[in-house]
C-alpha cells in the first residue's frame, strides 16, 4: 500500500508553545490530506481537510488560529498547534487520498503539552 | 445523517473463532465502506473496503458483509488470532467528499490465546 510518512511520532512541550507535525505522501501525490485528532479509546475525529494550494476547511469547533495547517506541495501538509496548553494533548493523525477513494494514514503523533 | 453506529463496543473470542462487528449507516449517499484496523500508538491501516454494488468482498480471514436495504455492514474476521486483537473502525464516505470518511466509534477486539 501507499506511505504517508508522519513525524515526530511523539513530542512533548511546555505550555505556551507551538509544535509542528509534518505529514508526507512519499510514493504518491496527494492533492488532499486530512487531519485528524483522537482521544483514547476514541474514534478519530476530523479536524480539517487540507488543500494543495489553498486554504484548508476547518471542522466546526476547530479553531482555525491555534491548528494552522499549511498544503504547500503535493506531498507535503503541516498541522500547527501554536501556543499549546495541556488540553491540546491528544493523538493527531493525518492521511492522505491516493487516486479515487483509498485513504491512507500516518502512524501519527502523541502530542503531550506540560 | 452522517453518523456510522458501531458495534459492539469490546469483543472478546478465542483463538480460532470468529469475531464479527456490525456497523448501520444513515446517510443512502454513501457508497464506499471501508474497515481500519489500529494497533496502540498507530495510525489506522486500511483492512479491507467494499462498494454497494456487491454484498460481499473477502481478502484472506477478513470478509465484509454488506447489506444495502438494511443499511448494515459488518466486518468478520475467521481462525481470529491473538495478533488480530486490535481496535476496529469501520468508516463510510460518499462520491465527491474527496473521500472524507465518517468514522465509527470502534470496536475494541481481544483474541485469548
Known amino acids: 500500500g501507499a506511505v504517508v510518512s508522519q513525524h515526530p511520532s511523539r513530542v512533548i512541550c511546555k505550555s505556551g508553545t507551538s509544535v509542528k507535525i509534518e505529514c508526507r505522501s512519499l510514493?504518491?501525490?496527494?492533492?488532499?490530506m486530512f487531519w485528524y485528532r483522537q482521544f483514547p479509546k476514541q474514534s478519530l475525529m476530523l479536524m480539517a481537510t487540507s488543500n494543495e494550494g489553498s486554504k484548508a476547511t476547518y471542522e466546526q469547533g476547530v479553531e482555525k488560529d491555534k491548528f494552522l495547517i499549511n498544503h504547500a506541495s503535493l506531498t507535503l501538509s503541516t498541522l500547527t498547534v501554536t501556543s499549546a496548553h495541556p488540553e491540546d494533548s491528544s493523538f493527531y493523525i493525518c492521511?492522505?487520498?491516493?487516486?479515487?477513494?483509498?485513504?491512507?494514514f500516518g502512524s501519527g503523533t502523541q502530542l503531550s503539552v506540560l | 445523517q452522517q453518523q456510522v453506529k458501531q458495534s459492539p463496543q469490546s469483543l472478546i473470542v478465542q483463538k480460532g473463532g470468529i469475531s464479527i462487528i456490525n456497523c448501520a449507516y444513515e446517510?443512502?449517499?454513501?457508497?464506499?465502506f471501508p474497515w481500519y484496523q489500529q494497533f496502540p500508538g498507530k495510525g489506522p491501516a486500511l483492512l479491507i473496503a467494499?462498494?454497494?454494488?456487491?454484498s460481499e468482498k473477502k481478502e484472506g480471514r477478513f470478509t465484509i458483509s454488506f447489506n444495502k436495504s438494511a443499511k448494515q455492514f459488518s466486518l468478520h474476521i475467521m481462525d481470529s488470532q491473538p495478533g488480530d486483537s486490535a481496535t476496529y473502525f469501520c468508516a463510510a464516505a460518499y462520491s465527491g467528499s474527496a473521500r472524507q470518511l465518517t468514522f465509527g466509534s470502534g470496536t475494541q477486539l481481544t483474541v485469548l490465546p
Open positions: 446517510n443512502t449517499a454513501f457508497d464506499y
Open positions: 467494499i462498494r454497494p454494488d456487491v
Open positions: 510514493d504518491f501525490q496527494a492533492t488532499t
Open positions: 492521511s492522505a487520498a491516493k487516486g479515487g477513494e483509498k485513504l491512507f
